[in-house]
């Protein structure tokens, strides 16, 4: 209760300086793939000399590295070498280069033997057998979580910030029958889960006196408001940090500016919380290195054409929005998964060198991502927060919304609907007063239905089509 009411009324301070730079803004990236690409032969170099990475990122003005850590991830035996990486020994390795190089950690539990995201979320295969004993999964789920921070805090590696799950729009832990057979949101499992990992994190800080900033993870920004909900209402409130997946690729139309205003809103509307972006990501090129094919491929029109200056103005623009609405922190995912000749499960080499902060070589691109980290910092109009109960939206059943819109909002209002996974499906223009829409062309599922105009959030909401 003390912590919860102390993280409040720090919060509170905060405030007034929304508008402004915070000096506790943290950039960040993903690092995890290093130790791997150095294994494999890849060398980083800047200005034509070999650097270590972890210090070249800490001289660029890093502040903090994301580390993924995988259950058991034994589908790496079968690879290249068959060494095995993001398990607890090699993110070790990389917490040491972090610690050496002066940064701070985000530990990212993925809670899974494999990658982990809105798609995807593989229960470890150790755990398999309890998926369905709650409470045995629990014990299960506390004593990874416990122990593998006690075992760091051990080497002295505890670190400042982590997170329980990844992307994790449909829950963690599911059996891969569940997983793979269609969308699943069950709260009255998730609840008590999350709880759990949240409640392990906790009683390391007990144990140790160290603080740790905890987060839960929410890939695409329209997502953000429906599944902070649900968390809420599930009593899943123990926690400091809302944290954020947003690339344009998976989450267009959503634009850096609506992005910034969505954070505006969740400071508004959970005052306690910070909110961070852990991941976004702009490819520099569209060529290709090797052959494993390139994740990212789409360019913002803003953005275009694609080159290392819109990868850099990207997160100069994006760095600006998330501070200015009281975001307090921003990650590039993976910006040193260069290529190499070595192999994912998919292909030979790298599925981002495309987008990475390296050119082809290995050497800094010159004007290009790696800048943002020594940019000014620099600030735009917050984005205006919206009272949600100016618009009305009812699905009305036979795959049909009723948006009732009242007298004073722009002409240019919208009814935008994602994907659970945060990809836009479908636009409407709205009209004063009561519009009717016949969701037909929209395939069955779970979709989260936005209301906006510009830059201006007026709605989010959950709907389910038949």
Same mark, same amino acid.
Not at 11 to 16: D, E, H, M, N
């Given at each position: 209760?003390?912590?919860?009411?102390?993280?409040?009324?720090?919060?509170?301070?905060?405030?007034?300086?929304?508008?402004?730079?915070?000096?506790?803004?943290?950039?960040?990236?993903?690092?995890?793939?290093?130790?791997?690409?150095?294994?494999?032969?890849?060398?980083?170099?800047?200005?034509?000399?070999?650097?270590?990475?972890?210090?070249?990122?800490?001289?660029?003005?890093?502040?903090?590295?994301?580390?993924?850590?995988?259950?058991?991830?034994?589908?790496?035996?079968?690879?290249?070498?068959?060494?095995?990486?993001?398990?607890?020994?090699?993110?070790?390795?990389?917490?040491?280069?972090?610690?050496?190089?002066?940064?701070?950690?985000?530990?990212?539990?993925?809670?899974?033997?494999?990658?982990?995201?809105?798609?995807?979320?593989?229960?470890?295969?150790?755990?398999?057998?309890?998926?369905?004993?709650?409470?045995?999964?629990?014990?299960?789920?506390?004593?990874?979580?416990?122990?593998?921070?006690?075992?760091?805090?051990?080497?002295?590696?505890?670190?400042?910030?982590?997170?329980?799950?990844?992307?994790?729009?449909?829950?963690?832990?599911?059996?891969?029958?569940?997983?793979?057979?269609?969308?699943?949101?069950?709260?009255?499992?998730?609840?008590?889960?999350?709880?759990?990992?949240?409640?392990?994190?906790?009683?390391?800080?007990?144990?140790?006196?160290?603080?740790?900033?905890?987060?839960?993870?929410?890939?695409?920004?329209?997502?953000?408001?429906?599944?902070?909900?649900?968390?809420?209402?599930?009593?899943?409130?123990?926690?400091?940090?809302?944290?954020?997946?947003?690339?344009?690729?998976?989450?267009?139309?959503?634009?850096?500016?609506?992005?910034?205003?969505?954070?505006?809103?969740?400071?508004?509307?959970?005052?306690?919380?910070?909110?961070?972006?852990?991941?976004?990501?702009?490819?520099?090129?569209?060529?290709?290195?090797?052959?494993?094919?390139?994740?990212?491929?789409?360019?913002?029109?803003?953005?275009?054409?694609?080159?290392?200056?819109?990868?850099?103005?990207?997160?100069? *623009?994006?760095?600006? /929005? $998330?501070?200015? =609405? @009281? #975001?307090?922190?921003? +990650?590039?995912?993976?910006?040193?998964? !260069?290529?190499?000749?070595?192999?994912?499960?998919?292909?030979?080499?790298?599925?981002?060198?495309?987008?990475?902060?390296? *050119?082809?070589?290995? /050497? $800094?691109?010159? =004007? @290009? #991502?790696?800048?943002? +980290?020594?940019?000014?910092?620099?600030? !735009?109009?917050?984005?205006?927060?919206?009272?949600?109960?100016?618009?009305?939206?009812?699905?009305?059943?036979?795959?049909?919304?009723?948006?009732?819109?009242?007298?004073?909002?722009?002409?240019?209002?919208?009814?935008?609907?994602?994907?659970?996974?945060?990809?836009?499906?479908?636009?409407?223009?709205?009209?004063?007063?009561?519009?009717?829409?016949?969701?037909?062309?929209?395939?069955?599922?779970?979709?989260?239905?936005?209301?906006?105009?510009?830059?201006?959030?007026?709605?989010?909401?959950?709907?389910?089509?038949?």
């Amino acid at each position: 209760m003390f912590k919860m009411l102390y993280r409040v009324c720090f919060i509170a301070l905060l405030l007034p300086f929304w508008g402004s730079a915070q000096e506790d803004f943290l950039r960040g990236v993903d690092l995890s793939y290093v130790n791997e690409m150095e294994d494999c032969g890849a060398v980083f170099s800047l200005n034509g000399e070999a650097q270590a990475p972890y210090a070249l990122f800490a001289n660029a003005g890093c502040d903090i590295v994301r580390l993924r850590l995988w259950h058991t991830p034994s589908w790496y035996d079968t690879l290249n070498a068959g060494r095995r990486y993001s398990d607890f020994e090699d993110v070790c390795r990389s917490a040491q280069r972090v610690r050496a190089a002066g940064m701070q950690i985000l530990l990212d539990f993925h809670l899974s033997d494999f990658w982990a995201d809105p798609g995807r979320q593989w229960i470890p295969a150790a755990w398999a057998p309890v998926a369905d004993d709650l409470p045995v999964l629990q014990d299960s789920l506390y004593n990874y979580i416990h122990g593998t921070l006690m075992a760091m805090h051990g080497r002295g590696l505890l670190p400042e910030m982590v997170q329980v799950g990844n992307e994790t729009n449909r829950g963690i832990l599911l059996p891969i029958a569940v997983n793979d057979a269609g969308w699943v949101l069950d709260w009255d499992r998730n609840g008590p889960l999350f709880q759990t990992g949240l409640q392990a994190v906790a009683d390391v800080e007990a144990a140790t006196g160290q603080n740790i900033r905890t987060a839960l993870h929410i890939a695409g920004p329209t997502n953000a408001h429906w599944l902070m909900e649900g968390f809420s209402d599930h009593g899943v409130t123990d926690f400091d940090i809302i944290g954020l997946s947003y690339y344009w690729q998976w989450h267009m139309p959503a634009t850096i500016q609506q992005t910034g205003s969505i954070i505006s809103s969740l400071r508004e509307a959970y005052p306690d919380k910070e909110v961070m972006i852990f991941e976004t990501g702009y490819p520099w090129t569209l060529d290709w290195a090797d052959e494993a094919s390139n994740i990212l491929t789409t360019a913002h029109p803003d953005y275009a054409p694609i080159s290392p200056q819109a990868q850099k103005q990207w997160m100069l *623009d994006l760095d600006a /929005a $998330v501070r200015s =609405n @009281g #975001g307090s922190g921003l +990650f590039y995912w993976e910006p040193a998964w !260069v290529s190499t000749d070595c192999h994912t499960p998919w292909g030979q080499g790298s599925h981002k060198e495309n987008a990475t902060f390296f *050119d082809f070589s290995g /050497a $800094v691109l010159d =004007n @290009g #991502g790696m800048d943002w +980290f020594g940019a000014a910092t620099t600030s !735009v109009e917050p984005q205006p927060i919206q009272e949600t109960p100016a618009v009305q939206l009812n699905y009305l059943g036979n795959r049909t919304l009723s948006i009732k819109v009242p007298p004073g909002l722009p002409d240019s209002l919208t009814c935008q609907v994602f994907s659970i996974d945060g990809k836009g499906v479908a636009s409407y223009a709205l009209a004063q007063g009561s519009n009717t829409l016949r969701l037909s062309e929209v395939p069955p599922g779970q979709y989260v239905a936005l209301v906006q105009a510009g830059r201006s959030v007026y709605l989010t909401r959950l709907i389910q089509l038949p």
